[in-house]
């Protein structure tokens, strides 16, 4: 028998920090200097409805070639990267594991 969702009567719970809107995108890049380009060719985005902000339904778009470019700041200090993205968010990685070169 197929799982049809949530019993009749019975909610899941919405946990106050339950995504609510979000985006994804995917593409190549190149490194210039201290700078990752990303070039986006890739992008999906949805999301309900928030103060200021439409609700936004299910899309994806797929450019084929050329799309638009995000030039990024990267910072390495011991075993962290940090990307620094012009909207002025950042994303930081930790190394997990040491790298051995052949």
């Not at 990303?38 to 949805?46: D, I, Q």
């Not at 995000?70 to 002025?88: M, Y």
């Amino acid at each position: 028998m197929a799982d049809t969702g949530p019993r009749q009567g019975h909610r899941a719970p919405r946990w106050r920090d339950d995504p609510r809107r979000g985006s994804g995108e995917g593409g190549t890049y190149t490194l210039d200097g201290n700078r990752l380009v990303f070039t986006h060719l890739f992008n999906l985005s949805a999301g309900e409805a928030m103060p200021g902000l439409l609700e936004s339904a299910l899309r994806m778009e797929v450019r084929h070639g050329e799309g638009p470019a995000e030039p990024t700041r990267i910072e390495i200090e011991g075993d962290r990267l940090t990307l620094h993205f012009p909207s002025g968010n950042s994303m930081q990685f930790r190394r997990s594991s040491a790298f051995v070169e052949p």
